[in-house]
C-alpha cells in the first residue's frame, strides 16, 4: 500500500508545436507544474554531444538513432518534419517522449497522453503497444 502512494503522476502531450508535459515532479525549482519545448527534432551527426551557445545539450537514442530534440535542435540544418496521423510509429515520435521523460523527477509514474481526436480512435491501441 506504501507503494501506491510513491507512484506520481505525468500528463505527456507530444504535439504539433509542442511537446507538454504537466506534473507536481517536474525538474524545475517548483514555480510551477508544466514544462514544453519545441516539437523540432533532427539527427545528430555522432553519438557525441556538442555545446552550441556554450551549453550541453542533450542526445537521445532510440534504437542507436540519436537525435537533438527541442531547443538542442534549432540550429540543426537537416530538421525533420513528421506532421501525419500516424507519426507516434516512427523513432522521432518516441525521442520526443524520451525527451519530455527527462523533465520528471525519477520515479515511478502513471503517464496520461493522448492523441488528436480525429485520431484517437483508430489509433490509440496502436500508441499504447508503442509506448509500452
Not at 507503494?3 to 517548483?30: E, L, T, W
Not at 516539437?39 to 555522432?46: E, F, G, L, S, V
Not at 530538421?79 to 510509429?89: I, K, P, Q, S, V
Request: hydrophobic letters at 35%.
Amino acid at each position: 500500500m506504501n507503494q501506491k502512494r510513491n507512484i506520481k503522476i505525468a500528463g505527456i502531450d507530444v504535439g504539433f508545436g509542442d511537446v507538454k508535459i504537466v506534473s507536481n515532479s517536474i525538474k524545475n525549482d517548483g514555480k510551477n507544474n508544466m514544462s514544453k519545448f519545441p516539437t523540432i527534432i533532427a539527427p545528430a551527426k555522432d553519438s557525441f554531444g556538442f555545446k552550441p551557445d556554450g551549453k550541453d545539450v542533450v542526445q537521445i537514442n532510440v534504437d542507436n538513432n540519436y537525435y537533438h530534440v527541442g531547443d538542442d535542435a534549432r540550429k540543426a540544418t537537416d530538421l525533420l518534419e513528421l506532421r501525419y496521423a500516424t507519426w507516434y510509429e516512427e523513432d522521432e515520435y518516441l525521442a520526443f517522449y524520451q525527451k519530455a521523460l527527462l523533465a520528471l523527477q525519477p520515479g515511478a509514474y502513471i503517464i496520461v497522453t493522448g492523441l488528436p481526436v480525429a485520431e484517437y480512435g483508430s489509433h490509440k491501441k496502436d500508441l499504447q503497444k508503442r509506448l509500452c
